[in-house]
């Protein structure tokens, strides 16, 4: 990552953090906490995406997870922190199964046996109505106020991005793109690609999991369908794609020009939402068709 | 138990149809189409609308609709295969994968604009008869042999027209067949105008027997996707197969249990088999 890059990185954080602490109310404030919110989906998603060059369509497995997690924790009486500790455990548990599962896949069928599994897990909570409330959501009281709410969004935003940067720097960042290099000359060289593959995917589940966590604590609702929401998947996807920067610049710049296009299109385009997020997909493609693989790489 | 069985044998059928066009297109081009079953669904949606003007049968309409998803399936390639010629292949297949997710969401938003949230239904009255003691619905019988019928003529076409072979051999190495005088951009256009024909069908036949939601696209997509990896990108008969044996087990799920957990049991099948199945492995 360039020295510019790496600065840019940090004013987006710190304008963020700050927006954070000054904007918790109202229609801004509601604004600033998706920013936070879809920042950290997609700077976590960006740790196995990039690195791994995995395609996952059903990040917001995790989110999901978090939120429900977090929900029973505080329906079954826990304060705040005890139930955000209880996500972390749960999470940390499904998760780890959920990767597990998975890490064995390669391209296209790991990006649909993460879709089949945000379905199922979809399915599952609809199914287990006496715990989760079924197709009908879970309400949770306000524990906290909206203030505590922003900033500890912030703070886990900057922890996801601590751990990108920590990550892509450390050797096991180094192993995870020989791994997507070419996954048999890294076994050749001792690379523990399994395990590689592991500890990126939950590095990526852990900060997605809390997120629904503290997004369930502000919003109090959560549903099947807005929990693990393929929308969701797609805006990490999009937001860590969008932009050809490497290094945490790319999914920051990402998130601000995603969450606020998708932000006009439900306000603007009320009932064509997914059509004008159809049409943002269809131009990443193609921005994507317009060049060849040397020349994106080479940007 | 029997009865279960025959409902699964129908719903099969049409799963099959849907995969076989799925499994046509990843073999023939490498590409995810994840607009496929909004196609099915799009050509519901017309069935219906056209009933209102003309009383076609299912069968009439059929034969009408081909030549209009043949056409369907060349823009569709326009957009989601043209494009990423230039990508490697893993590229392309990510970049033909988001393009075709973003045309299913466009299709989606459209059926609910054009058609509203009602599930659309184009069950039309036929006579049941009775074999060996058992009742079996008249317009199901014929549209699983239309349906079987159809994936037949598909694999003849595969076999024995030139444009076929031409299909196959592209399937097996594109600059080889290239060599031999095929048009790659031309052959891999009519194999998805063809795979397009196939999810048309499979949608008519489907809203005949079912009543099919606006947004059940994507839904519809994903259980072809699985039918296709469990029974083998890129051939006819395995995800035939494979489609038969899920229409099995969601009939038998519905039966032994609720009809809302079919889903989940199908689903966590079909990822247990994605897992466990060697060739989405690292070897």
Redesign the interface.
């Known amino acids: 990552m360039k020295r510019w890059q790496i600065l840019f990185s940090i004013v987006i954080l710190s304008v963020l953090t700050i927006a954070s602490a000054v904007f918790n109310e109202g229609y801004v404030g509601i604004f600033v906490f998706s920013l936070i919110i879809n920042g950290t989906m997609a700077v976590s998603y960006d740790i196995p995406g990039r690195s791994l060059g995995l395609i996952s369509l059903g990040h917001a497995v995790f989110f999901g997870v978090g939120a429900y997690c977090f929900g029973l924790g505080i329906s079954m009486g826990f304060s705040f922190f005890p139930s955000l500790f209880l996500t972390l455990l749960l999470s940390f548990i499904i998760a780890m199964l959920v990767t597990l599962l998975l890490a064995g896949l390669n391209h296209g069928y790991y990006s649909l046996a993460t879709l089949g599994v945000l379905i199922i897990f979809q399915k599952i909570v609809e199914t287990l109505e006496f715990v989760t409330g079924g197709s009908a959501g879970l309400y949770i009281p306000d524990v906290l106020s909206k203030h505590h709410y922003s900033l500890l969004a912030a703070l886990l935003l900057l922890a996801t991005a601590a751990c990108h940067v920590f990550f892509s720097r450390s050797r096991w960042g180094l192993y995870s793109k020989e791994t997507k290099a070419s996954e048999d000359a890294a076994e050749v060289v001792g690379i523990p690609t399994r395990k590689v593959k592991i500890l990126c995917l939950m590095t990526a589940a852990i900060p997605a999991c809390m997120a629904g966590a503290i997004h369930l604590a502000r919003t109090s609702y959560v549903s099947p369908p807005s929990g693990f929401s393929l929308t969701l998947s797609i805006t990490a996807l999009l937001s860590s794609r969008i932009v050809p920067v490497s290094g945490l610049l790319g999914p920051l710049l990402g998130v601000l020009l995603i969450t606020t296009a998708e932000e006009v299109i439900w306000t603007k385009f009320e009932g064509f939402n997914h059509a004008l997020f159809g049409l943002i997909l269809l131009g990443a493609a193609f921005y994507q068709g317009l060049f060849s693989d040397k020349e994106l790489a080479r940007r | 138990m029997i009865q279960v069985l025959i409902s699964g044998l129908f719903l099969g059928s049409v799963y099959a149809l849907l995969a076989v066009g799925l499994s046509l297109a990843f073999g023939i081009m490498g590409i ?1 189409n994840l607009a496929h079953g909004s196609l099915a669904v799009l050509a519901a949606i017309l069935y219906k609308k056209s009933l209102v003007f003309f009383p076609f049968s299912p069968w009439f309409f059929c034969v009408l609709s081909m030549p209009v998803f043949l056409a369907f399936g060349f823009l569709l390639h326009l ?2 295969v043209a ?2 010629r ?3 292949l ?2 392309s ?7 075709s ?6 299709l ?3 059926f ?2 054009w058609q509203g949230w009602e599930p659309i239904s184009t069950y039309i009255p036929f006579p049941t008869f009775n074999l060996l003691n058992l009742k079996i619905p008249g317009l199901r019988a014929v549209l699983l042999g239309m349906a079987t019928a159809t994936i037949g003529l598909s694999t003849i076409f595969l076999k024995k027209t030139d444009m076929g072979r031409s299909m196959r051999a592209l399937a097996q190495d594109k600059e080889a067949a290239s060599l031999y005088g095929i048009h790659p951009g031309f052959t891999s256009m009519s194999a998805l105008g063809l795979a397009t024909i196939l999810a048309g069908l499979a949608g008519i036949f489907y809203s005949s027997l079912y009543p099919l939601g606006p947004r059940q696209g ?2 519809l997509t ?1 259980k072809a ?2 039918i296709v ?1 469990a029974g083998g990108m890129g051939n006819l008969r395995g995800p035939a197969v494979a489609g038969l044996v899920l229409g099995f087990i969601e009939s038998f799920a519905a039966y032994l249990f609720t009809y ?2 079919t ?2 049991i199908v ?2 099948l ?2 247990a088999y ?2 466990l199945k060697r ?4 070897q």
């Open positions: 995810l957009v989601i494009p990423f230039n990508l490697s893993s590229a297949v990510v970049a033909s994968l988001i393009a997710l973003g045309i299913a969401l466009i989606e938003d459209i609910v604009w994507l839904d994903l996707l699985f990896v809302t957990s889903d989940t689903y966590s079909l990822v994605l897992v060739s989405g492995r690292h």
